[in-house]
């Protein structure tokens, strides 16, 4: 992966994916808390994201062992493989409510159904789904705009009135 925008400051970076399965390659915004993460590690240090302990580029096979590492260390089944993490991107966002087309747009698919197939939910998202229509109904951005108007010139009774009514009762 290449960084996009490189920085000495820690802002929105992004990053190149390069190697892709289709072979093109995307930019996925990188998060700040992930910026840190990675400068901590010393791998933020030019113009790929992973570097290993010497400084050179990290190869797939590197990769592969890392995260079988990390597997590992979580208690998972150590397979090395990296796609789990676009599966685990897709379903942490849907989870946090982000909206399909902008995973899909994230996860670099072509068709909206392979992106709904990556977005698992935890148990109990569609529990928290439907409880969603006990809340209060949002306020269209037309309702807004009329409540602010009315909040602005005052009640229909007040406008109504001769100006100099008005301006006498307080």
């Not at 969603?132 to 269209?140: F, G, H, K, V």
């Amino acid at each position: 992966m290449d960084r996009a925008g490189s920085s000495s400051m820690i802002r929105a970076m992004n990053c190149k994916v390069t190697e892709t399965k289709g072979m093109k390659y995307r930019v996925v915004p990188m998060t700040k808390r992930l910026a840190r993460a990675l400068s901590a590690h010393r791998h933020l240090r030019g113009e790929r994201v992973l570097y290993a302990d010497d400084g050179k580029s990290v190869s797939a096979k590197v990769l592969q062992k890392w995260m079988a590492r990390a597997q590992k260390r979580a208690g998972l089944r150590a397979l090395g493989a990296m796609h789990i993490l676009r599966h685990t991107l897709c379903s942490h966002l849907a989870m946090r409510g982000a909206l399909a087309l902008s995973i899909q747009r994230l996860a670099g698919h072509e068709d909206l159904v392979t992106t709904l197939g990556y977005m698992h939910l935890a148990q109990g998202e569609t529990e928290r789904a439907i409880r969603l229509l006990d809340l209060p109904p949002p306020i269209s951005t037309h309702e807004a705009l009329l409540d602010a108007d009315e909040r602005k010139e005052g009640s229909d009774e007040e406008r109504d009135r001769p100006a100099s009514e008005r301006a006498t009762a307080t």
